[in-house]
C-alpha cells in the first residue's frame, strides 16, 4: 500500500513532545530521552499507524517504547492513535517516543549503551510478490 502525502504530518510531528525529529543525536543516551528515564526499553521497528505501540504503551507504564517507522507520514498516523489510546486511559504520555529512520542502517541511531529490552517486529514488508519468485 502506498502512504499518500499528508500535509498536516510534519506540523504535527514537529509539535509532539513525543516525536524525535532527528534520531542521530540521541545515540547512546535513548535512555535518557524518556520523561521516565530509569525503566526497561522496548523497540518497535516498522510501527506503522502505531495501532500496537500505542495500546501496549498505555498498558505498561513501567516500560519505555521506542516505535520507529521509516515514513514520517505513517508516523503521523501512529502520533494521532497513541494520543487517542493515552486519552483513554487518562494517562500522560511519558512513556513512548517515534521516530523516523531506515531501521536497515539502525546502528547509526542505537549503540551498546542503548540496552534494549525487547524487540517488536510485527508484519514486517516488503511481502514479496509471487512473480518475484525464481522460476526453475
Not at 489510546?85 to 541511531?109: C, F, G, M, P, S
Amino acid at each position: 500500500m502506498r502512504m499518500r502525502r499528508k500535509p498536516w504530518v510534519r506540523t504535527e510531528l514537529a509539535e509532539s513532545e513525543f516525536f524525535i525529529d532527528n534520531p542521530l543525536e540521541n545515540i547512546g543516551k535513548w535512555h535518557k530521552t524518556f520523561k521516565r528515564t530509569k525503566q526497561p526499553m522496548h523497540l518497535e521497528l516498522g510501527c506503522g499507524k502505531g495501532s500496537f505501540i500505542a495500546k501496549l504503551a498505555s498498558q505498561n507504564p513501567q516500560i519505555n517504547y521506542l516505535g520507529i517507522d521509516i515514513k514520517s507520514e505513517v508516523l503521523g498516523l501512529a502520533k494521532r492513535n497513541i494520543e487517542k489510546e493515552y486519552l483513554k486511559a487518562k494517562r500522560e504520555i511519558d512513556n513512548v517516543l517515534l521516530t523516523a529512520y531506515e531501521i536497515e542502517i539502525i546502528q547509526n541511531i542505537l549503540n551498546e549503551k542503548d540496552k534494549i529490552d525487547r524487540i517488536y517486529i510485527n508484519f514486517c514488508n516488503p511481502w514479496p510478490k509471487p512473480r518475484h519468485n525464481k522460476k526453475d
